[in-house]
């Protein structure tokens, strides 16, 4: 008989403070042993009540990462599908509302047969099931989970007790790294690893002994530190993984793998990598490709989230900003990305020729009126001065509307989410979405995940996608308006992609003829863009941008 294959699990925690790409370090463990030839899943465990994070706002949390199956989740789920290269699902990402949720409903469903449910055991003994369940089905040899927040903090106990648990439980099968942070203090100069030493220690506490340390600082660790880290945090100097800062994320696997992290990862969970040698030459060559482009493309995301200096847009926009790279890298152009907010469009109409100087513009998804009329007017401006334009989800429904208010004459036009009062409700809420907005029933209502779309022969979206038929993600309530569709059509907009029943409009463009580019997408192709597989509809952007780059050189 078959023997049962040998599960690994690759707990991934946080020391010292939050922020410093635990998500990447992840990620790139599971990448180096995915380049080993082991099947690798991840799971990523958020520490708030939320059950989803479909219901927190972009500029705290980042961005909303949407999975096949329509779970509204964190960005390092975007992480982990971009550099493993797999598609995960709702039981790769959990959050202690979600947790709670289940025991709840079991307890109220009578499966505890009359048991008292308790805090401990049952909370991790849900947590371990979970991560059971992910990992057979993905079928995976190593199972890497990571747990949010930083050690120490009081909500994620619970999830480190789990940890401790499944370890107890499967001594050989677990392994524990810790991703800290060592400090350069301005007026000493050097590098401290004391905060890490206290971080190490409070793990203990929880009963849990990290295996391995990385250690994140500005620049490599010497030889000196490890040996420190080594000594009080109770590891072996080879455990200490150097992780300074780099200029590409994707670096990171591979600087990991300089310190040998796969071969002790192997070493302390009794896998043998024999006949595993390292395949990763085509990471490689798209991290020599990404370095080797040098003519740079101005791309211009227009939006609204850009007032604020708080939050980190990259963290709001990440998976746009990845996709428009590796489209990018594709066309041997190097990105530059401009946020530039829509705000100073509304108030002074001369500050729109601005935008003559971006080589494409970008409207990304977004909800609410805020600087709706501002990027209204950009795409007024890309539209008649033929810059290349993209429109993302919102992006796409905007452009409806501009066109519909200034082609079609439609005075007044808009989307029901921001005037339902409009004489010409274009964009609409789709029917099933209104008794849910009714019933205040916002978390995980929207029109969600994967749906197929068919394309249109002769259109650029087919010309790009090279087949008829696609599934993209989604996330929204509102709708182009059917009753519209024919008037819209007939003043020369193209609905070039539409659901298998042609009801719903998935694609927006206009023929190549009379635009280089003008397209926008009622789902979100940024979530299925991947460093070595960049998206079909990204790139056709990218070609458009560049060639007006090149034209203006
Ligand atoms: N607010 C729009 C809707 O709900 C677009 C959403 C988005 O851009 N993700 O339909």
Excluded at 2 to 16: A, L, N
Excluded at 398 to 414: C, Q
Aim: proline content about 5%.
């Amino acid at each position: 008989m078959k023997s049962k294959k040998q599960r690994k699990y690759i707990f991934v925690t946080g020391g010292v403070m939050s922020g410093v790409g635990k998500g990447v370090a992840a990620s790139s463990i599971g990448s180096i042993l995915k380049a080993r030839g082991f099947i690798v899943t991840a799971l990523k465990i958020d520490p708030y009540i939320n059950v989803d994070a479909g219901t927190m706002n972009p500029t705290e949390h980042g961005e909303v990462f949407v999975l096949e199956d329509g779970d509204e989740c964190d960005q390092d789920m975007g992480n982990y599908e971009r550099f493993l290269n797999v598609t995960l699902s709702r039981v790769n990402y959990m959050t202690t509302g979600r947790v709670y949720q289940e025991v709840i409903r079991r307890e109220r469903n009578l499966e505890y047969k009359g048991k008292n449910v308790e805090v401990v055991p049952d909370i991790p003994f849900e947590v371990i099931r979970r991560i059971e369940i992910a990992t057979e089905k993905a079928n995976a040899d190593f199972t890497i989970i990571e747990i949010g927040g930083t050690i120490g903090e009081y909500q994620n106990m619970l999830f480190l007790e789990a940890a401790r648990m499944l370890k107890s439980k499967r001594p050989d099968d677990v392994a524990f790294t810790m991703v800290s942070y060592l400090p350069i203090p301005s007026k000493i100069g050097e590098m401290k690893t004391k905060p890490t030493q206290y971080a190490s220690r409070t793990l203990n506490s929880a009963g849990i002994q990290t295996d391995i340390i990385i250690a994140r600082a500005s620049v490599p660790l010497d030889q000196k530190r490890k040996d420190k880290i080594a000594m009080f945090c109770n590891i072996r100097p080879e455990c200490v993984i150097s992780a300074p800062d780099v200029e590409s994320i994707y670096d990171i696997p591979i600087n990991f793998e300089r310190d040998h992290l796969s071969t002790i990862l192997c070493s302390l969970l009794k896998v043998d990598l024999k006949n595993r040698p390292m395949r990763c030459a085509a990471w490689r060559s798209f991290i020599k490709r990404s370095k080797s482009v040098k003519d740079e493309v101005n791309i211009a995301v227009v939006g609204k989230y850009f007032n604020s200096g708080e939050f980190v847009l990259s963290d709001v926009y990440i998976s746009v900003l990845e996709a428009l790279k590796y489209s990018a890298y594709k066309v041997g152009k190097k990105l530059k990305l401009h946020y530039v907010s829509s705000h100073p469009f509304e108030k002074d109409a001369k500050r729109i020729g601005e935008l003559e100087q971006y080589d494409g513009i970008l409207a990304p998804g977004g909800f609410g009126s805020t600087g709706v009329e501002g990027i209204l007017k950009a795409i007024q401006y890309a539209r008649e001065h033929k810059i290349p334009y993209f429109g993302l989800c919102y992006g796409m429904q905007l452009a409806v509307i501009e066109y519909a208010r200034n082609v079609v004459g439609l005075k007044g036009a808009h989307t029901a989410e921001v005037d339902p009062k409009s004489p010409y409700k274009v964009i609409d809420i789709m029917i099933d979405q209104k008794k849910l907005m009714a019933e205040n029933n916002y978390g995980g209502t929207m029109r969600l995940g994967a749906y197929p779309a068919r394309l249109k022969k002769g259109t650029i979206a087919r010309e790009a996608y090279k087949t008829d038929t696609i599934i993209e993600r989604h996330r929204h309530r509102y709708e182009v308006n059917p009753e519209y569709i024919y008037q819209i059509e007939s003043a020369g907009l193209v609905f070039s992609g539409t659901s298998p029943d042609g009801q719903l409009m998935e694609i927006a463009e206009l023929p190549r003829e009379i635009h280089p580019f003008f397209l926008g997408s009622q789902f979100h192709p940024e979530f299925l863009a991947r460093p070595l597989s960049p998206h079909p509809l990204f790139t056709e952007f990218m070609k458009a941008a560049s060639d007006r780059h090149n034209k203006a050189k």
